[in-house]
């Protein structure tokens, strides 16, 4: 149980296009979904929490009208990259909170979507 | 606010060796701690976690790490390396209900 998928699992585009990177919990129900971004060789980094329902929250730093993510409903939240650059080229990983809640603990993770902006 | 020091971004062992990463946390209040393995191109599978119960805690695979506060440790060991051991691992913090704070990660090499 507790499977998060993610789509796509790679994607190329042209530098000013946007992409939409779709995650979703398999078999339970996220009122949470957190969006990372892994740079080569490097850790995750939260972008932004998601909520069913409401809007997501975004970290500092991070751009929310770059980065636009909506959570529809339990089992699916997506994030679109708007105008998509080079810089943007990253690895992108959600995951889920498999508690039923808002708890942090139990996050399970997706396979990640590789981005590569040209 | 917490932090996470994972030392040695590279640790190399021989097939059958004591495996043994190391992370040392920072933090104001008590912490809850975790290991997660990424292998390429994929996300992350958590190994264990330490949420104040049971010092030792034993994971999957045949991991297990130790919280010593005394010295801010919580190092993942695994007694008998596989080659299949050899991934990305991550030692994460939070207090129990803030966003999870991530080492910069240890890749393991298992030599045959």
């Known amino acids: 149980g507790a499977v998060v998928s993610q789509h796509p699992s790679w994607v190329i585009c042209k530098s000013g296009t946007s992409v939409k990177i779709e995650c979703r919990s398999l078999?339970?129900?996220?009122?949470?979904m957190f969006w990372y971004r892994q740079f080569p060789k490097q850790s995750l980094m939260l972008m932004a929490t998601s909520n069913e329902g409401s809007k997501a929250t975004y970290e500092q730093g991070v751009e929310k009208d770059k980065f636009l993510i909506n959570h529809a409903s339990l089992t699916l939240s997506t994030l679109t990259v708007t105008s998509a650059h080079p810089e943007d080229s990253s690895f992108y990983i959600c995951?889920?909170?498999?508690?039923?809640?808002?708890?942090?603990?139990?996050?399970?993770f997706g396979p990640g979507t590789r981005l590569t902006v040209l | 606010a917490q932090s996470v020091t994972q030392l040695g971004s590279h640790v190399s062992v021989s097939e059958g060796a004591l495996v043994l990463l190391r992370c040392n946390y920072s933090s104001s209040v008590p912490p809850y701690l975790f290991w997660y393995v990424q292998y390429p191109n994929q996300g992350l599978q958590l190994l264990l976690k330490y949420t104040s119960a049971a010092t030792l805690v034993k994971g999957i695979n045949g991991f297990e790490a130790e919280f010593k506060k005394s010295e801010t440790s919580f190092h993942l060991t695994k007694p008998s390396a596989h080659m299949s051991d050899a991934a990305e691992y991550f030692c994460a913090v939070n207090s129990g209900n803030t966003p999870l704070v991530f080492g910069k990660g240890t890749r393991l090499s298992v030599i045959a």
């Open positions: 995951s889920a909170d498999g508690s039923g809640g808002a708890s942090y603990n139990e996050q399970f």
């Open positions: 078999d339970f129900q996220a009122t949470t």
